[in-house]
C-alpha cells in the first residue's frame, strides 16, 4: 500500500485560489498583486499584539511569498523540515486516516 503525502495548503493556479486545509481564498494572479499581498500580510503578522491583526498572518504571507521569491520558498522549506523532525522526535505526529 503507497501512503499519499496530504498537503496543508496548495495553490490553485487554474481557479486563483489558494487553499489551506478546508479552507480557501482568492489569489491574485499578478507577481505585483501576489508580492504585494503575501509583504502585507508579514507586516501584519508583526503588529500581531493590536488588534484585528494577528500572529496568524505571518505565516500565510511566507506562503504567498513563497510563490515567487526563492529566498521565503527556502525558508519555508527549512521550516517545514525542521517542524516534521521536531514533531517526530517527540511523537507529535498526527494521527493518519483510514
Not at 508580492?35 to 508583526?46: A, D, E, K, P, R
Not at 523540515?81 to 494521527?95: E, S
Request: net charge positive; with cysteine.
Amino acid at each position: 500500500m503507497v501512503s499519499q503525502k496530504t498537503k496543508l495548503y496548495s495553490i490553485d493556479k487554474e481557479n486563483g485560489r489558494l487553499h489551506i486545509g478546508s479552507f480557501s481564498m482568492p489569489f491574485p494572479q499578478s507577481k505585483i498583486g501576489r508580492v504585494s499581498v503575501g509583504s502585507g500580510f508579514v507586516v501584519g503578522g508583526c503588529l500581531g499584539f493590536l488588534p484585528i491583526l494577528g500572529f496568524w498572518m505571518l505565516p500565510l504571507g511566507l506562503v504567498i511569498l513563497s510563490h515567487d521569491i526563492g529566498a521565503a520558498r527556502k525558508f519555508r522549506r527549512k521550516t517545514g523540515v525542521k517542524l516534521a523532525r521536531f514533531r517526530r522526535r517527540h511523537g507529535l505526529l498526527t494521527p493518519k486516516a483510514h
